[in-house]
């Protein structure tokens, strides 16, 4: 197997590829809560990775399958449910209004698109929710941003994207020079299923839905979901301040941290609908 890698199943329903990231809402001791298999061959099942991002997805899943693995997303999946160009026209009603610049745009191109303030972006992923590169208040702001953007390590390979910037529902507490904290929950799903969610910012004061929120909130992530079509995604939704939902971001579920959510009720729920898909059909109801 891979070196540094450790690969087990549970109730031989999924494979499980895990390398640790020292991330703490990422990693996650399965073998704490749930009766793992250490099979010497992979076993003919679906693998989900708990490896982080690689840096070559298809390059990663081409070697896995030599390898005998067959991750859950192929290379076009998990491009659909990771990159802004791919998700963004299959939810673009449920989300705020965007553009990806295909080649580094000036300031030109950018103003030509949005009034100040704005939301910007890598394609697939922020720097750290840093505010001083995500929320471009003024040109001065955006000279600066589009400077750090061509070496930051984090941002340079990415596609710039930006976005109208809504009013969302704020919260308490956060991280000083983060982007601020609004009511927000990131929630999973496993081939169009709910099985788990949290509150996004973990980092800021306590807080969570009522009954309400939570229902008018899964609707909206359930519809980005089923759009979407990949089997495991992550969706973040928000509550903007006038009380509409939206959809912030969509991700593939093997590389998004667990935020507030509980990752042993995750994989728990998980396994069941997995369980589900797989049994053969009761004629005697």
């Not at 070697?63 to 026209?89: D, S």
């Not at 509150?199 to 979407?228: M, R, V």
């Not at 667990?258 to 609908?273: E, H, M, T």
């Amino acid at each position: 197997m891979l070196e540094g890698h450790h690969y087990f199943t549970i109730d031989d329903e999924l494979g499980f590829l895990e390398k640790r990231t020292g991330v703490a809402v990422y990693d996650f001791a399965f073998e704490q809560f749930f009766s793992c298999k250490h099979p010497l061959e992979p076993a003919a099942i679906p693998t989900v990775a708990r490896v982080g991002a690689p840096k070559d997805y298809a390059e990663w899943h081409s070697i896995l399958n030599e390898l005998g693995i067959t991750l859950i997303h192929t290379p076009e999946e998990q491009l659909r449910c990771t990159t802004l160009a791919k998700w963004y026209p299959l939810i673009k009603e449920l989300t705020p209004r965007s553009e990806l610049f295909e080649n580094f745009p000036s300031i030109a191109t950018i103003e030509a698109c949005f009034d100040y303030p704005f939301f910007m972006k890598g394609s697939r992923q922020t720097n750290r929710h840093q505010a001083a590169l995500s929320v471009i208040r003024d040109r001065a702001q955006l000279e600066n941003a589009l400077a750090v953007y061509r070496s930051d390590p984090v941002l340079h390979w990415q596609e710039v994207v930006c976005r109208e910037l809504m009013s969302l529902r704020p919260i308490t507490g956060g991280v000083e020079g983060k982007v601020p904290a609004s009511f927000e929950f990131r929630t999973f799903w496993w081939h169009g299923e709910f099985v788990g969610a949290g509150p996004y910012w973990f980092e800021a004061d306590p807080y969570d839905w009522n009954e309400t929120e939570q229902q008018e909130a899964l609707e909206i992530a359930k519809i980005a979901a089923h759009k979407i079509a990949c089997p495991f995604v992550a969706i973040d939704v928000a509550q903007c301040e006038d009380g509409r939902w939206i959809v912030i971001e969509c991700n593939d579920g093997q590389e998004s941290g667990y935020a507030g959510a509980s990752p042993s009720a995750l994989w728990q729920n998980v396994l069941a609908a997995a369980r589900r898909r797989t049994e053969p059909p009761d004629f005697s109801r």
